[in-house]
């Protein structure tokens, strides 16, 4: 049987796993990639660009020249929009069953299951349920009553039970990354992998809130790791494969289990030996920790600080894992072992106020920190965060429709900033590209003075060309690839059109 996955300017690691899951049993897989130059939610939204850069028409017309038995869309909140979009011009042009599934179908599955170009929408995990709803569309007759997907059955929809987290991580196959090869720079270039499922903390704003609170509240173990023995194997066989020059490992909280890392230092030092990123939360960066991250080949920690504000990290963010203390214990232990990281900071909670960002602002301009990455809070559908704005006014109940129709602005685009605050933003994240490029006491006084104000002036291209210089500088790999990808992709959508210039 042939299946279609679609999706939007990055990798995907799950459809790469459900890709190897449907192929070990006999199917064929196919992706349809759209690179979202110009609007790819991270750091370039450029409308006018965009639009001339865009692939939308050609994604709809690869599908359709090549109708697939079923098309599937995996979502976030992010592109969730986009997906809507394709799957919608698709069935205008021919009949294939859609399945959409990710975390925003997990979040809202009755919202989404609305769409009347939606079939068949995967809650939860998806690993089993596709293959089993792929084999039975093959067998000509569609089970419904499969778990973890709900169908539409005779005007009304059939909600099936999640079924129990896969525990065995070992058991799924390697993700199979032919898929995404000649979208994403690989060869030569980062090799994303996971090690684990889930996260031991529940931050209000995050995902996991939902998936702990609601979708598999049940579960004993809702935190999941692969062996050592799988995770070098991987690497051993992928690394023949791609040439790749290093790693980054997605999970929650890499080193969130000691045994298992003292383990894995050990291993990967000796037996694959290139550098790695990884993400932590500090209280579990000590003196041991550190220097297994450095001795094993940890080049970038990521640390989602998100704010130096004691009250808002506790009651807003519920982050009281965290602490001032472990928070500067961890820097100063990467200072001294020279490990570069990069912090998380975020904009547009709730009660937050200039002199609480302006507090952090100055405890970041203490660090050696490679990168400050500043994001305006996302009220992500059905998250703890969510449903305390609006108890809270702070959202009305069309705030929140939007967000669950995944129509409100994300992350860099100030979708939760007052006209206040989105100054504040902008100042501060211009400030922060050039921080890495100031001398201390520069950055101390334009702090101190607030002459770091007059940087919301500053023209967006410029910060990003002086992003793109501290990466370069610094090898920080998260940029190097992300000026890669960019670089890729333009070539080839330029050298389109030369040749169809050339034709006409």
């Not at 939308?56 to 997906?83: H, M, Q």
């Not at 995050?206 to 979708?215: A, D, F, T």
């Amino acid at each position: 049987m042939r299946i279609t996955f679609a999706y939007l300017a990055a990798e995907s690691i799950a459809i790469e796993i459900l890709s190897s899951v449907l192929k070990a049993r006999g199917h064929s897989v196919s992706l349809v990639f759209d690179p979202g130059l110009f609007d790819d939610k991270q750091y370039l939204d450029i409308p006018f660009l965009n639009k001339a850069f865009s692939r939308r028409k050609n994604v709809v017309k690869e599908i359709v020249d090549n109708p697939p038995d079923l098309l599937c869309f995996s979502v976030g909140t992010d592109n969730y929009v986009w997906a809507c979009d394709i799957a919608k011009r698709v069935k205008q042009e021919i009949s294939v069953p859609v399945l959409f599934g990710g975390i925003h179908v997990t979040a809202v599955p009755e919202r989404v299951i609305k769409n009347e170009f939606i079939d068949m929408v995967c809650v939860g995990e998806g690993e089993e349920a596709i293959v089993e709803l792929v084999e039975s569309i093959d067998k000509g007759a569609v089970d419904t009553d499969i778990q973890n997907i709900w169908f539409k059955v005779q005007g009304q929809v059939k909600k099936n039970p999640v079924r129990p987290l896969i525990q065995d991580l070992d058991s799924i196959p390697y993700p199979d990354k032919g898929l995404f090869e000649r979208h994403i720079p690989i060869r030569g270039g980062k090799y994303m992998m996971m090690t684990s499922r889930g996260c031991p903390y529940q931050c209000s704003y995050c995902y996991n809130n939902v998936l702990r609170k609601s979708v598999y509240g049940k579960e004993k173990k809702y935190v999941r790791q692969r062996s050592v023995g799988s995770v070098i194997e991987e690497l051993k066989g992928m690394r023949l494969k791609y040439g790749f020059t290093n790693v980054a490992f997605m999970d929650d909280c890499f080193v969130a289990n000691r045994k298992w890392f003292r383990e894995f230092s050990a291993r990967y030092k000796h037996e694959i030996g290139l550098p790695y990123s990884c993400m932590a939360y500090t209280g579990q960066i000590d003196q041991e920790m550190g220097e297994l991250l450095k001795d094993s080949g940890c080049t970038r920690m990521m640390f989602g600080i998100q704010t130096m504000d004691k009250k808002t990290r506790e009651e807003v963010l519920k982050r009281s894992f965290e602490t001032d203390e472990k928070i500067e214990r961890a820097i100063r232990i990467c200072d001294s072992l020279e490990i570069p990281y990069s912090l998380d900071h975020i904009f547009g909670t709730p009660f937050a106020d200039r002199s609480e960002h302006e507090k952090t602002a100055k405890y970041y301009a203490t660090t050696k920190a490679i990168r400050v990455c500043c994001y305006a809070l996302f009220y992500y559908p059905k998250t703890e965060i969510t449903e305390d704005g609006l108890r809270a006014g702070i959202l009305d109940p069309e705030a929140v429709e939007s967000i669950e129709e995944g129509k409100a602005r994300l992350y860099v685009y100030g979708s939760s900033l007052g006209v206040e605050e989105l100054k504040i933003f902008l100042a501060l994240r211009n400030f922060y590209a050039l921080l890495p490029m100031l001398p201390a006491p520069v950055s101390k006084y334009l702090l101190k003075s607030g002459l770091y104000k007059g940087l919301r002036f500053m023209p967006r291209f410029l910060a990003l060309c002086c992003e793109a210089f501290v990466s370069l500088r610094t090898g920080h790999q998260r940029g190097v690839d992300y000026i890669r990808y960019y670089m890729q992709h333009l070539t080839k959508v330029l050298g389109r059109k030369a040749i169809n210039a050339g034709t006409e």
